[in-house]
């Protein structure tokens, strides 16, 4: 079906970063605390090939079959950090007829540590540490029967623990440490994605795609909480009850003494916070384009879009009670953006039209029922779906010259309005409308 394409490659490349702040930084004076230099490097050496192979094209008459390909591509990175990883793909794409065009791959990808998180300097600082298995808190949480359980295993270790008063480090502050890391793995990530591409000969330069899209991404590289810490460790289902004070990796970030109270000092913190890897953040979702250009009036429009639908996205940083993030704010369940361009030999316009859809304070707790009644306690359960445009014009008197004229945000849509005030959480614009002119000459 025609040749073989192939490409191989090697690649050799350091990254190194640094930071040093002013003498007057780092001491901590001023109304800042202390803030530490920052600098790291590390060296990258990858081995990289392509192959793409054609298994039929038009020319050979194959029923059914327009053309077909196959593909593989494939990257070895070794890192003197972290070490070697291997990243992959491989798919193909078959067209019955040359209007309808069918793709899909399966891809293993990753992401290195970044210096900051691999480097940044170990501080210390001052923190509360909860006392989760105080009598009021042992059977509450994201998992009270998880936490409960846990408990126990710890109380009959340190049968002293089990006090009506909570442990002094969660109401007074001890010392901590918080810093980078510099045994975080690579964040990994399997996918796979299939879709269509139509391009309608009766409506020439028309090109319409289409694709669903599943990522697991494991040991996501996450900054943790000190409230995250303690949760990780009794709210976790992972938890060696032989060995409670160590009951999994986020337990042995807290200094427990030998009376299972939080101890700590200078040189030996009562918890250690940071960078960690954390479980696994899964992702599903359809994504779609659309491209059409045509004459019209003696010129050229162009009309492109792109829109993402977010079916679920599931975050789980440290085992404990995975949430959906798909929906809330941040993170809308619909978005998309539409482009126009029409333009002539010597002037045109073009407009952007951005849509975000709503969006929910929260998932859980919502009202429920016909009425709307439930356990909802808040007075705003989501923001509005919104539109922001933004446009321009431009003119080329001449070949070696052209002014534009331009405006962001020609609405002023800066947020979700609230009895006259705009809701905190709503605001997409902090600026609102602005105008710009520019000019560009070629001498």
């Given at each position: 079906?025609?040749?073989?394409?192939?490409?191989?490659?090697?690649?050799?490349?350091?990254?190194?970063?640094?930071?040093?702040?002013?003498?007057?930084?780092?001491?901590?004076?001023?109304?800042?605390?202390?803030?530490?230099?920052?600098?790291?490097?590390?060296?990258?050496?990858?081995?990289?090939?392509?192959?793409?192979?054609?298994?039929?094209?038009?020319?050979?008459?194959?029923?059914?079959?327009?053309?077909?390909?196959?593909?593989?591509?494939?990257?070895?990175?070794?890192?003197?950090?972290?070490?070697?990883?291997?990243?992959?793909?491989?798919?193909?794409?078959?067209?019955?007829?040359?209007?309808?065009?069918?793709?899909?791959?399966?891809?293993?990808?990753?992401?290195?540590?970044?210096?900051?998180?691999?480097?940044?300097?170990?501080?210390?600082?001052?923190?509360?540490?909860?006392?989760?298995?105080?009598?009021?808190?042992?059977?509450?949480?994201?998992?009270?029967?998880?936490?409960?359980?846990?408990?126990?295993?710890?109380?009959?270790?340190?049968?002293?623990?089990?006090?009506?008063?909570?442990?002094?480090?969660?109401?007074?502050?001890?010392?901590?440490?918080?810093?980078?890391?510099?045994?975080?793995?690579?964040?990994?990530?399997?996918?796979?994605?299939?879709?269509?591409?139509?391009?309608?000969?009766?409506?020439?330069?028309?090109?319409?795609?289409?694709?669903?899209?599943?990522?697991?991404?494991?040991?996501?590289?996450?900054?943790?909480?000190?409230?995250?810490?303690?949760?990780?460790?009794?709210?976790?289902?992972?938890?060696?009850?032989?060995?409670?004070?160590?009951?999994?990796?986020?337990?042995?970030?807290?200094?427990?003494?030998?009376?299972?109270?939080?101890?700590?000092?200078?040189?030996?913190?009562?918890?250690?916070?940071?960078?960690?890897?954390?479980?696994?953040?899964?992702?599903?979702?359809?994504?779609?384009?659309i491209d059409y250009n045509f004459p019209v009036?003696?010129?050229?429009?162009?009309?492109?879009?792109?829109?993402?639908?977010?079916?679920?996205?599931?975050?789980d940083i440290t085992g404990v009670a995975p949430?959906?993030?798909?929906?809330?704010?941040?993170?809308?369940?619909?978005?998309?953006?539409?482009?126009?361009?029409?333009?002539?030999?010597?002037?045109?316009?073009?407009?952007?039209?951005?849509?975000?859809?709503?969006?929910?304070?929260?998932?859980?707790?919502?009202?429920?029922?016909?009425?709307?009644?439930?356990?909802?306690?808040?007075?705003?359960?989501?923001?509005?779906?919104?539109?922001v445009v933004s446009g321009g014009i431009f003119?080329?008197?001449?070949?070696?010259?052209?002014?534009?004229?331009?405006?962001?945000?020609?609405?002023?849509?800066?947020?979700?309005?609230?009895?006259?005030?705009?809701?905190?959480?709503?605001?997409?614009?902090?600026?609102?409308?602005?105008?710009?002119?520019?000019?560009?000459?070629?001498?």
């Amino acid at each position: 079906a025609g040749p073989v394409g192939f490409n191989i490659g090697y690649e050799h490349r350091k990254e190194f970063a640094s930071f040093t702040p002013s003498d007057f930084q780092q001491a901590g004076r001023g109304r800042s605390v202390p803030i530490t230099p920052l600098s790291g490097s590390y060296n990258l050496d990858e081995v990289f090939g392509e192959l793409a192979i054609p298994l039929v094209r038009e020319e050979n008459g194959i029923p059914f079959i327009h053309s077909a390909q196959v593909i593989g591509r494939g990257r070895y990175s070794d890192n003197t950090v972290n070490g070697g990883f291997f990243s992959y793909t491989v798919g193909g794409n078959i067209a019955p007829i040359p209007d309808i065009e069918f793709r899909g791959n399966l891809t293993r990808s990753f992401r290195s540590p970044a210096i900051t998180e691999l480097f940044l300097p170990t501080v210390n600082t001052f923190a509360f540490v909860p006392d989760l298995c105080q009598p009021s808190a042992r059977n509450a949480g994201p998992a009270p029967a998880v936490r409960a359980a846990n408990c126990a295993a710890f109380i009959a270790a340190f049968p002293g623990t089990d006090f009506t008063s909570p442990d002094p480090a969660s109401t007074a502050s001890v010392p901590a440490q918080s810093g980078g890391n510099q045994n975080l793995d690579n964040e990994q990530a399997d996918s796979y994605s299939f879709g269509v591409i139509v391009r309608p000969r009766f409506i020439p330069r028309l090109a319409i795609t289409a694709d669903y899209v599943d990522i697991t991404l494991n040991d996501p590289i996450a900054n943790l909480t000190i409230a995250q810490i303690a949760s990780g460790c009794f709210d976790n289902a992972n938890f060696d009850t032989t060995d409670p004070a160590n009951g999994n990796s986020f337990c042995s970030r807290i200094n427990y003494g030998p009376n299972g109270r939080v101890q700590g000092d200078p040189q030996n913190p009562a918890v250690v916070s940071g960078f960690v890897n954390g479980n696994q953040i899964k992702f599903s979702g359809i994504q779609g384009t659309i491209d059409y250009n045509f004459p019209v009036l003696g010129g050229n429009l162009t009309v492109g879009g792109n829109m993402l639908y977010v079916r679920r996205r599931l975050v789980d940083i440290t085992g404990v009670a995975p949430s959906r993030t798909d929906g809330i704010i941040g993170d809308p369940e619909f978005s998309g953006q539409v482009r126009l361009r029409y333009a002539q030999r010597d002037f045109g316009v073009t407009a952007t039209v951005n849509y975000t859809g709503e969006q929910l304070f929260s998932r859980l707790n919502r009202a429920t029922g016909v009425s709307g009644s439930g356990p909802d306690a808040r007075e705003i359960d989501k923001l509005n779906d919104y539109v922001v445009v933004s446009g321009g014009i431009f003119f080329d008197p001449a070949d070696d010259f052209r002014l534009t004229l331009s405006v962001t945000n020609l609405f002023n849509r800066q947020g979700q309005s609230y009895f006259g005030e705009l809701i905190p959480a709503s605001y997409n614009d902090t600026l609102g409308r602005r105008f710009q002119i520019s000019a560009r000459a070629k001498f």
